[in-house]
């Protein structure tokens, strides 16, 4: 075992270990049949996390690649290959498995706290509403999601959200949080630059999910400071390309005070259903 902490008092980054550097977790119920994605990759970074012996690394970036939907219903097995252990950087490469097979494969990067500037070009949105005066979204266990604004001119879509479970002080935790909280909402950024939007204008009553299929291929997160998940967090999403059936959208995740406390990306796959 490692000498990181893995007593966080909620179920969603309960880890149990599983043999040499792997884990097992275990998904509540997603209305949509299938785990919630931000749960697999929260659980597969924190399962990098338990493997991280060196003090003062803190996780700086993740990449993800999803394979198949998980099962709700099946624990998921983390497998941590230990990929560098260096006195600045330490890497970790997971795979996320089930039954019938890969679900996750994630690459994280640690990094030890060094002195420097701290210079950000991106800035908080001067017209935002607040989280009481947005709209709520019944979006999934652990999460108080809000929708802010959306717009197809220009695309665009922004919602406050915040992890709802208990958390200790630990960076960690609260990092793998954000981390559940980052797979929120970026297939509707993308949407939000589709041409078949047409279409759910002409038809009152229909929502997005039934003119499209849609589904996350790849995502990543870049950690810039250390961040409270359980509170107040604005993901200002938008699209940038869609071409053929993939989409991308790019976020900047602010707190409530203003400061960019990370960078997302999404590329998923996008159908107009018959």
């Known amino acids: 075992m490692t000498e990181r902490d893995n007593s966080s008092g909620n179920k969603i980054l309960r880890l149990e270990p599983h043999g040499a550097d792997a ?41 993800a690649y999803f394979i198949l939907g998980g099962d709700p219903n099946e624990p998921v097995r983390y497998e ?38 701290d210079v950000s070009t991106s800035i908080f949105p001067h017209d935002v509403r607040s989280p009481s005066d947005s709209v709520k979204i019944e979006w999934g266990i652990g999460l108080d999601t809000r929708l802010e604004s959306e717009s197809t001119d220009p695309a665009r879509h922004r919602v406050w959200a915040r992890f709802t479970d208990t958390l200790s002080d630990s960076d960690d935790d609260h990092f793998a ?11 509707e950024a993308v949407v939000s630059a589709h041409p078949a939007n047409a279409l759910i204008r002409d038809k009152p009553g229909e929502s997005w999910d039934d ?43 602010f707190d409530a005070k203003g400061l960019l406390v990370a960078t997302v990306a999404q590329q998923g796959v996008i159908r107009v259903r018959k």
Not at 177 to 187: P, Q, R
Not at 227 to 247: K, N, S, Y
């Open 23 to 63: 884990f097992v977790g275990e998904s509540p119920a997603y209305e949509w049949g299938r785990i919630y994605g931000g749960l697999v990759i929260a659980q597969a970074l924190r399962s990098a996390m338990l493997t991280i012996d060196a003090e003062g690394h803190s996780v700086h970036s993740l990449h």
């Open 177 to 187: 949080a954000l981390a559940y909280l980052s797979d929120t909402n970026a297939m």
């Open 80 to 117: 941590v290959d230990r990929l560098r252990n260096g006195r600045s950087f330490s890497t970790r490469r997971v795979v996320a498995r089930q039954s019938g097979g890969a679900i996750l494969n994630l690459s994280c990067s640690f990094q030890r706290d060094e002195e420097g500037p």
């Open 211 to 253: 003119v499209y299929m849609a589904a996350s291929l790849d995502h990543a997160v870049w950690f810039h400071r250390p961040v409270r998940a359980d509170e107040w967090l604005l993901f200002d999403l938008a699209p940038h390309q869609i071409r053929g059936t993939r989409g991308l959208a790019t976020g900047d995740v």
